[in-house]
């Protein structure tokens, strides 16, 4: 395992309130995204990023904002706008968006 | 738009028996896919690409353009096979991997 990591584990927020999600990589790799998974649903893509500075929406961005400001990381922000945010987060990266991505151990997000 | 579909969400098969996951695809293009694999408790890792023609663990899939599917098979089903399965689509100048639903397998005693 190791290369990239996410944390924390096990998160627990109220609604209306914002939380960031940490995602980490040191392989150097330029691509990362965030998926969202849910059971019976497969793994849906949240934002990708295919170079420092640059993301783009994937299929379920809307309640979601990330950044890129630097290549070894790429937080998720989950805001209140999320109408169903408790879920399993999944991070990935790969060297480009065409090579085998690597996850992370994923985040457990729980609205109360 | 590209679309993956897993038809079966759970399959049980017996330890020795033959296994096969489903995996159908709707792209007009040239793809390239993947099936990706989760253990227990472990992280989701590639399992194989249909590019590198491998077979790995003793599983195999094979692109099949006319029917459009990419089913992973294994001649005889081990116990440690028991995971979640996925099926993944990237198209020929995408920048993107699209997942199918998924499928659990169990692999009984």
């Known amino acids: 395992d190791g290369g990239i990591t996410q944390s924390p584990k096990y998160l627990f927020r109220k609604e209306g309130q914002n939380v960031t999600l940490s995602c980490e990589q040191n392989l150097n790799h330029d691509a990362m995204y965030w998926y969202r998974q849910d059971p019976g649903q497969g793994l849906r893509l949240i934002y990708y990023s295919q170079i420092v500075n640059d993301f783009q929406k994937g299929d379920i961005a809307e309640g979601y904002s990330v950044s890129r400001e630097k290549k070894e990381s790429f937080p998720l922000t989950v805001t209140s706008a999320q109408k169903n945010p408790t879920a399993f987060y999944l991070c990935a990266s790969s060297k480009d968006t065409r090579n085998e991505q690597f996850f992370g151990p994923g985040t457990r997000l729980t609205v109360l | 738009a590209q679309r993956v579909t897993q038809p079966e969400k759970l399959l049980s098969v017996f330890k020795g028996a033959p296994v096969e996951l489903k995996c159908n695809y709707s792209y007009s293009g040239s793809p390239e896919l993947f099936w990706y694999v989760q253990y227990s408790r472990q992280r989701l890792q590639l399992l194989l690409r249909?590019?590198s023609r491998e077979s790995i663990k003793g599983f195999t899939a094979d692109l099949n353009k006319g029917e459009t599917s990419f089913h992973l098979k294994k001649p005889f089903a081990q116990e440690e096979d028991s995971a979640m399965y996925y099926c993944a689509l990237i198209e020929t100048s995408g920048s993107r991997l699209t997942f199918g639903e998924g499928t659990q397998l169990t692999v009984n005693p």
């Open positions: 249909h590019i």
